[in-house]
DNA sequence: TCTGGGGTCCTAGGACCC
DNA sequence: TCTGGGGTCCTAGGACCC
């Protein structure tokens, strides 16, 4: 009997816009996108005409006029997805999931049970299909890596089985693309040098793939020719930094737009910090411009801090320190904040001893002025939870009349704290 | 009619310490 | 007067992934 292959990654197809289909029949072999002045998922019958996911909704049409417009039905998309993930557990404790639609699966203790890998994968796709009504792509292989490159392959709808021994086989014709990490710019400075396939990438000496790809992700194509990749499937941990942004379209880069923008941003963030009982200490803010120019300032505190006014106040100095660095630049085009170098937030917070007001009061946890700035925080976030999240704070007007993206589709992506 | 939102990781330079 | 080498942390930019 030959070796079989341990590792699975499975990949829900087209995943929201499968979803849509999935609910609305009359949507089915249709080319569709959820969303509308940017496509946030593209059915398999519209990317045929080269639609994508963060298109812009009018050149989407215009690669393929028949498309149709769906809005998101977000909030079914978690608990489908959470459906499937619970089919993967059925064959598995070692799930590791790393988006709300892939999990990487070890089912080298299972094949006493349910048979090889490949049959494992075959029960997998047939009954998401047959419980949850949805498409789910299987790659195996000996690495984590090279399953991923087999699902991506086995798409749509497929399965692809990489048997040991046979690695070099499969991976050398295909595209540098399909490896993880690769991506449009290095493709091109690949191509720039004659390289297209893994095998010509494969068969560039070691040095001068470190020179084109970085010590690190030279030394991953190298793992991956040589099948030395990792294979160890552990459980998704923590996020290491939350962040929150928007796009604004065209504005002035003026207080009066910033302000607004900042604190609705730092809101989000800062809430969501409190939520979990987490600070942080480094906070960053970016700023694009009108030309989609991006430019990012941090700065990383001596306390951990999780106030939405006290973050807004830190990314308004930041974002002030951009753009006084770049005054040619007169509108922005979107902001953002992400808080970093996380820390667990103990509950104890406001018992700490007050001290002696410092220059920097404000953003001192424990202090007298941010003692009351976490009550104040915290009193929202009880409202809220009573109420509901509009119930009070921040409703940006700035915001809404560029009418970014639903709230509901922020959260998916968000990842656990 | 330009181009969403949530993240992770890498690189490189500089400050600072031992 | 000139000077090593390593480690850690911080900042800025950028590529990439879903």
Same mark, same amino acid.
Not at 3 to 28: G, K, N
Not at 156 to 184: C, K, N, Q, S, T
């Given at each position: 009997?030959?070796?079989?292959?341990?590792?699975?990654?499975?990949? !829900?197809?087209?995943?929201?816009?499968?979803?849509?289909?999935?609910?609305?029949?009359?949507?089915?072999?249709?080319?569709? #996108?959820?969303?509308?002045?940017?496509?946030?998922?593209?059915?398999?019958?519209?990317?045929?005409?080269?639609?994508?996911?963060?298109?812009?909704?009018?050149?989407?049409?215009?690669?393929?006029?028949?498309?149709?417009?769906?809005?998101?039905?977000?909030?079914?998309?978690?608990?489908?997805?959470?459906?499937?993930?619970?089919?993967?557990?059925?064959?598995?404790?070692?799930?590791?999931?790393?988006?709300?639609?892939? #999990?990487?699966?070890?089912?080298?203790?299972?094949?006493?049970?349910?048979?090889?890998?490949?049959?494992?994968?075959?029960?997998?796709?047939?009954?998401?299909?047959?419980?949850?009504?949805?498409?789910?792509?299987?790659?195996?292989?000996?690495?984590?890596?090279?399953?991923?490159?087999?699902?991506?392959?086995?798409?749509?709808?497929?399965?692809?089985?990489?048997?040991?021994?046979?690695?070099?086989?499969?991976?050398?014709?295909?595209?540098?693309?399909?490896?993880?990490?690769?991506?449009?710019?290095?493709?091109?400075?690949?191509?720039?040098?004659?390289?297209?396939?893994?095998?010509? !990438?494969?068969?560039?000496?070691?040095?001068?793939?470190? #020179?084109?790809?970085?010590?690190?992700?030279?030394?991953?194509?190298?793992?991956?020719?040589?099948?030395?990749?990792?294979?160890?499937?552990?459980?998704?941990?923590?996020?290491?930094?939350?962040?929150?942004?928007?796009?604004?379209?065209?504005?002035?880069?003026?207080?009066?737009?910033?302000?607004?923008?900042?604190?609705?941003?730092?809101?989000?963030?800062?809430?969501?910090?409190?939520?979990?009982?987490?600070?942080?200490?480094?906070?960053?803010?970016?700023?694009?411009?009108?030309?989609?120019? #991006?430019?990012?300032?941090?700065?990383?505190?001596?306390?951990?801090?999780?106030?939405?006014?006290?973050?807004?106040?830190?990314?308004?100095?930041?974002?002030?320190?951009?753009?006084?660095?770049?005054?040619?630049?007169?509108?922005?085009?979107?902001?953002?904040?992400?808080?970093?170098?996380?820390?667990?937030?103990?509950?104890?917070?406001?018992?700490?001893?007050?001290?002696?007001?410092?220059?920097?009061?404000?953003?001192?946890?424990?202090?007298?002025?941010?003692?009351?700035?976490?009550?104040?925080?915290?009193?929202?976030?009880?409202?809220?939870?009573?109420?509901?999240?509009?119930?009070?704070?921040?409703?940006?007007?700035?915001?809404?009349?560029?009418?970014?993206?639903?709230?509901?589709?922020?959260?998916?992506?968000?990842?656990? !704290?």
């Amino acid at each position: 009997m030959r070796p079989s292959p341990t590792i699975l990654h499975a990949d !829900l197809d087209a995943f929201y816009a499968s979803v849509e289909q999935l609910l609305d029949p009359s949507l089915r072999g249709r080319p569709i #996108a959820v969303g509308g002045g940017v496509v946030l998922a593209a059915s398999y019958e519209a990317k045929r005409y080269g639609v994508s996911g963060g298109m812009a909704g009018w050149r989407a049409k215009q690669l393929c006029p028949q498309l149709t417009f769906v809005h998101g039905h977000f909030s079914d998309y978690q608990r489908i997805a959470d459906r499937v993930m619970a089919v993967l557990d059925d064959f598995t404790p070692l799930v590791q999931r790393i988006s709300i639609d892939e #999990a990487f699966l070890d089912v080298s203790g299972s094949v006493h049970l349910f048979g090889p890998a490949e049959v494992i994968g075959e029960q997998i796709r047939s009954r998401v299909r047959a419980e949850i009504g949805l498409p789910i792509s299987v790659g195996a292989a000996r690495t984590k890596h090279l399953a991923k490159v087999a699902s991506q392959v086995a798409k749509p709808d497929g399965m692809v089985v990489v048997h040991p021994g046979h690695e070099r086989a499969f991976l050398d014709p295909l595209p540098v693309g399909l490896i993880w990490g690769i991506g449009p710019v290095t493709q091109k400075k690949l191509a720039e040098r004659g390289i297209r396939t893994v095998g010509e !990438l494969a068969a560039s000496p070691n040095d001068s793939l470190r #020179a084109l790809l970085g010590q690190v992700l030279g030394a991953k194509v190298s793992a991956l020719a040589a099948n030395e990749d990792e294979r160890r499937v552990q459980p998704t941990g923590r996020a290491s930094s939350v962040g929150a942004q928007s796009a604004l379209g065209r504005r002035a880069a003026t207080p009066d737009v910033i302000r607004p923008v900042l604190g609705h941003l730092a809101d989000r963030v800062a809430g969501r910090l409190r939520a979990k009982h987490r600070a942080g200490r480094t906070v960053t803010v970016r700023v694009r411009f009108a030309n989609m120019r #991006a430019v990012t300032r941090s700065r990383t505190l001596p306390f951990a801090i999780a106030t939405t006014l006290t973050l807004t106040e830190v990314a308004e100095a930041l974002v002030h320190s951009a753009l006084s660095d770049h005054a040619g630049e007169r509108h922005i085009s979107l902001l953002a904040i992400s808080v970093s170098n996380l820390v667990d937030q103990p509950v104890l917070q406001l018992e700490l001893p007050l001290a002696p007001a410092p220059p920097d009061d404000a953003i001192r946890p424990g202090s007298r002025l941010g003692a009351t700035r976490w009550a104040v925080d915290q009193s929202v976030d009880a409202v809220r939870r009573r109420f509901g999240h509009a119930a009070v704070g921040y409703a940006s007007i700035v915001l809404s009349e560029h009418a970014s993206v639903p709230d509901a589709f922020r959260e998916l992506a968000e990842h656990e !704290l």
